[in-house]
């Protein structure tokens, strides 16, 4: 099965509003990253979180990983059209044999 | 320059074909990967290499073999091609292992 999974699995939005998805693993992870799919395209990394309980900024992008280090959440504030893709968090197991992506929130920005 | 590239873009085959998709980083990366993306775009890493070396071997079919002729290249060699073999194949490379991956722009094999 899954063993990251992300929620919602969709969302849109009207442009202007803010947009959360949730990022959940069964397994303590020793990072999590983000990457951002363009319909069509392929994943781009965004951001690396390490330590348990950091918050990063990217702009409009705010990025938190759990105290547990099994979940994280990003955050965008202000959706605009160009943020339309479907974000993946991923992230290796503590001894590196296992790496993991999420399942995908899917993002529509609606102008 | 493209810093991850894969060739072909397209792939459309026939069961029980034999086929290859290439791959080639630009980037210095010592660590490269292949994923497949299926249609419900969900995301598994198959294999993983790092200089050369196999490090990440999940559990895939054993037709797909991993070829790494030095660490710039990692192709991906699939026998006896499987309806169930379709979807889009990336390849990635990174500077450390499992860190910050840069993604090729996908392979999508069609098997009819």
């Known amino acids: 099965g899954q063993q990251v999974m992300q929620i919602p699995q969709y969302q849109h939005v009207q442009e202007g509003e803010d947009f959360t998805t949730y990022c959940n693993s069964s397994?303590?992870?020793?990072?999590i990253q983000w990457y951002k799919q363009r319909p069509g395209g392929h994943p781009v990394f965004l951001i690396q979180?390490?330590?348990?309980?950091e918050v990063k900024k990217q702009k409009r992008l705010t990025f938190q990983f759990g105290e547990a280090k099994k979940n994280s959440s990003l955050h965008i504030t202000a959706t605009q059209t160009t943020d339309v893709g479907t974000y993946f968090c991923?992230?290796?197991?503590?001894?590196?044999?296992?790496?993991?992506f999420g399942s995908g929130t899917k993002l529509n920005v609606k102008p | 320059d493209t810093a991850v590239s894969q060739t072909p873009k397209y792939l459309v085959t026939q069961m029980g074909n034999d086929k290859s998709i290439k791959c080639e980083q630009n980037?210095?990366?010592?660590?490269m990967y292949w994923y497949k993306q299926d249609s419900k775009k969900f995301l598994k890493i198959m294999f993983s290499?790092?200089?050369?070396?196999?490090?990440i071997n999940e559990t895939v079919p054993n037709r797909f073999s991993p070829k790494s002729p030095d660490k710039a290249h990692l192709n991906l060699h699939i026998n006896s091609l499987e309806l169930g073999d379709s979807a889009v194949y990336f390849c990635?490379?990174?500077?450390?292992?499992?860190?910050?991956?840069?993604f090729g722009p996908g392979t999508r094999l069609t098997v009819l």
């Open positions: 990635a490379s990174s500077q450390q292992l499992l860190n910050e991956q840069f």
């Open positions: 397994t303590t992870l020793s990072n």
């Open positions: 979180l390490v330590k348990s309980g």
């Open positions: 991923a992230g290796p197991t503590y001894n590196f044999n296992k790496f993991y």
């Open positions: 980037l210095g990366h010592d660590t």
């Open positions: 290499y790092n200089n050369k070396e196999l490090i």
